[in-house]
């Protein structure tokens, strides 16, 4: 049995996001319990020139959004980066994940034979959609979970490796 584009993007992403809002939620636990203002950590980032842990959780969405964008004809939506609080941010996720959750795994029918193109400023990348999945959008969306548990995890959130994993129930 092969795995259709869908299986290996939207329950990916949904679950995703699952394990973002746990994050938030311990993040949220450890400023009220060691007296921290929250935007301490929402705008915690690993160095000068990356993006806060909010921006992280942005990315993560627009990547979600923006692969299935690319890799149909829906039309996704589009969220302005205002997000200044840890509310903020579990609004973010549920907007996106209401969005993934009402697509119909038709629409991804055929998508691992569509041509993606990449732009990186004077330079373009031609994919076709399976290449694009797992070359491109898996990775580029695991990245940003990956260095928002690391901001948490760099500035005293008590999380490891299986707060990264999350659940294995769903």
């Not at 692969?67 to 609004?91: H, M, N």
């Not at 694009?132 to 928002?148: E, V």
Request: glycine share 6%; net charge negative.
């Amino acid at each position: 049995m092969s795995l259709s584009m869908y299986q290996i993007s939207v329950p990916v992403f949904i679950r995703g996001f699952s394990i973002l809002s746990a994050l938030i939620a311990k993040a949220e636990a450890y400023a009220q319990e060691k007296k921290i203002d929250p935007s301490v950590l929402v705008n915690a980032r690993l160095a000068p020139d990356m993006l806060p842990f909010a921006g992280q959780i942005q990315r993560a969405s627009d990547t979600s959004k923006a692969t299935i964008g690319r890799l149909t004809d829906v039309k996704t939506p589009s969220f302005p980066d205002e997000e200044t609080s840890f509310a903020d941010l579990k609004a973010r996720i549920a907007n996106t994940v209401a969005f993934l959750e009402g697509l119909d795994a038709s629409v991804l029918d055929s998508s691992d034979t569509r041509e993606v193109i990449l732009s990186f400023g004077p330079n373009k990348a031609h994919l076709g959609g399976h290449d694009y999945m797992l070359k491109f959008a898996l990775p580029n969306f695991f990245f940003h979970i990956t260095t928002a548990h690391d901001i948490l995890r760099h500035n005293g959130v008590p999380i490891g490796k299986l707060d990264y994993l999350g659940a294995y129930s769903n």
